[in-house]
């Protein structure tokens, strides 16, 4: 049978390569939206249209509770979850001068948050099944801190903390817990930075002189996923073409 995959955030730049590629595997894949979001319906037609039968359920991922009940529909509608790719995430980027709470608590809770309320949803199942996947996406500004990025680093360094002490925890139960930290992605986020800043500020830091490919990147997790991934746990992997190494 099918493993379940559940990807928070799959319909942005990164998430949607995540799903396909899963897809693409064999995994059944669902994916997650902001309750708010006005598109997601367009977004599933669109998939659909490609030959991805993906399901998408609102999960505010901030949310302990709005987290709980979307995993519980999913168990209830499509089956207990595999893998789970923690990857929605925001910034709010600001110097630490101008840094106020809302905007340090958006970020922490979007991020860090999100991956104890999605994680404890399908840890405890995966333990009693001997078998699970945990996979954190996480960022290259979390490894190098980044000029007004206080709050995203913080998150994004934390959620590998996370990934660390969580890994030692389930280690002999099957279950792996990994940290990948991409680097510059051509998403559509990315992308909208404009050209020149792009030219002369971005690709000048990427030894390869390029940005990466959000399939470079689901490709990673789709690796991680796997049976063949079985030894690989608490690590935190950059993929950020040269950018940045520790
Ligand atoms: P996008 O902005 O394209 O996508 C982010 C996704 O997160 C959206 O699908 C969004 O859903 C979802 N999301 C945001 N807030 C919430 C919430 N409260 N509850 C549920 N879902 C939410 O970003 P990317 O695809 O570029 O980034 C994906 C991940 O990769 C993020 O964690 C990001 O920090 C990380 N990353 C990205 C890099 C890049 O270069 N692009 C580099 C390094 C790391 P909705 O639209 O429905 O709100």
Redesign the pocket.
Known sequence: MSRVALV?????????AICIKLAALGYKVV???????K??KEWLDSMNKMGFGFRAYP?????FD?AKACVEQVAKEVGVVDVLV??????RDMTFKKMDKVNWDAVM???LD?TFNMTKQVCDGMLDRGWGRIIN?????GQKGAFGQTN?SAA?AGMHGFTKALALEVARKGVTVNTI??????????MAIPTDVLDSKIIPQIPMGR??K?EE?AGLVAYLASDEAAFLTGANIAINGGQHMH
């Open positions: 928070t955030g799959g319909m942005g730049g990164l998430g949607e994916t997650t939206y902001s309750p708010g979001n598109t997601w999960c505010d991922v901030a949310n709005s923690n990857n929605a995430g925001i910034t809770s979007t991020n999100s996406i996480s960022s290259v500004n995203y994004k930290s991409p680097g510059y992605i051509g998403t559509k986020m990315v940005l990466g959000p990147v």
